[in-house]
């Protein structure tokens, strides 16, 4: 699979600066420092070449090439080795009525989105990106979304603004509500699994709440990340049906089959659930996952103008606060009904 390779011998300076952009992004993401308080690697990356690429606006055209070629290859072979994260059995550990939670998060939440950004007049780009990133896996969610919609650079950069926001707000709201309401650890935990953008928000929330919360929490997350690829084609067919609704539009940017991949994601989650990898080089392959994912959305930053992305405006706030308002509702009904399913058994 011709993934990687580089379209000239000569590394592009384009690719080189995403690179360093991303190992930027890392050192600030470590444990402790920016991923705490809400802003991941993959959040920073981007916003850390929205920044360059502002302060110095003839970057984006003297590394065209290169920073083209990372939002593209560099960042679609990181979608695919995030498969890598997920196993099989680990996804099953909470069940079936998990794993049919995670489906209805993820489905509702995408229907939403669609729903309601097209009657607030949206483009369809824009309100799916948004939808990826609420109902699944934030920035991931959204660069793969981005990988099969090629949505403009505004419309990506305003996703993630929302999902880093509002993961945010989650991430500190739903373990309030947990003392609030002196509700289980468990309970906390399925619901940061269901209702949390980000990964890492996931896991910064869960330790606040500490007890059984991480386990629970990180087993319904990675249910729902393990949707990403059946998501990602029924993003692609939302988008070519809303496009052939308009006269005269053009169509074919939009694949309506599975992109390669996303082939590579499921390969990599059935080859994790072997159990033929060690464990070292699992850690070593998301850890390269997630860095090769940054240098896409870095590159991806570095062409995307402040402007720009003030004139999405705040219909896409609007949508985003609606779909976490509906994460942490269903979440919490839906914690209810798995746990009285239990009981009951």
């Known amino acids: 699979m011709r993934v990687l390779q580089a379209p000239n011998t000569a590394l592009p300076f384009g690719l ?12 600030g993401a470590v444990p402790g420092g920016l991923a705490s308080w809400g802003l991941g690697l993959l959040p920073l990356a981007m916003f850390l070449g929205m920044a360059l690429g502002n302060a110095a606006p003839a970057l984006a055209q003297h590394g065209h090439a290169g ?14 080795l995030f ?15 998990g794993v049919l939670a995670a489906v209805f998060v993820v489905a509702s939440t995408l229907g939403l989105a669609a729903w309601l950004g097209k009657r607030m007049g ?6 799916l990106l948004i939808g990826a990133g609420s109902a699944i896996c934030g920035g991931a969610a959204i660069a793969a979304a981005d990988s099969v919609l090629r949505a403009p650079p505004t419309a990506t950069s305003a996703a993630l603004g929302t999902a880093v926001v509002f993961g945010t707000l989650s991430m500190f709201a739903i373990p309030g509500f947990q003392w609030l309401f002196n509700l289980q650890a468990d309970f906390t935990g399925l619901w940061l699994g269901l209702s949390v953008h980000e990964l890492g928000h996931v896991v910064a ?10 386990t629970f929490a990180l087993i319904e997350k990675m249910l729902r ?3 990403l690829a059946p998501a990602m084609v029924w ?11 308009q006269p005269g539009a053009q169509v074919s940017h939009v694949s309506m089959q599975p992109p390669l991949f996303l082939w590579g994601f499921l390969s990599a989650v059935v080859l994790k659930s072997t159990g033929v990898l060690s464990i070292p080089l699992e850690i070593a392959l998301v850890d390269l ?20 992305l003030r004139a999405a405006g705040g219909k896409v706030w609007v949508l985003g606060s609606a779909l976490c308002i509906h994460l942490w509702a269903a979440g919490f009904v839906l914690v209810h009904v798995i746990q009285s399913g239990a009981a009951a058994h």
Do not use: C, N, Y
């Not at 890598?84 to 680990?90: E, H, N, R, S, W």
């Not at 993003?235 to 609704?245: F, I």
């Not at 090769?292 to 930053?301: D, E, P, V, Y």
């Open 122 to 127: 949206l483009q369809a780009s824009s309100f």
């Open 16 to 27: 080189l600066l995403s690179f360093l952009l991303a190992a930027l992004a890392w050192l």
């Open 289 to 308: 996952s997630q860095l090769l994912m940054a240098t896409g959305l870095a590159a991806l930053g570095v062409g995307t103008r402040w402007l720009d």
């Open 235 to 245: 993003l692609a067919w939302h988008m070519v049906r809303e496009q052939r609704k």
């Open 67 to 80: 920073f083209g070629f990372a939002r593209r290859h560099v960042m679609r072979t990181g979608i695919a």
């Open 83 to 97: 498969g890598f994260q997920l196993g099989f059995a680990d996804l099953l550990a909470v069940g079936w009525q």
């Open 205 to 214: 929330g869960a330790a606040l709440v500490g007890g059984e919360a991480p």
């Open 225 to 227: 990340v393990a949707l």
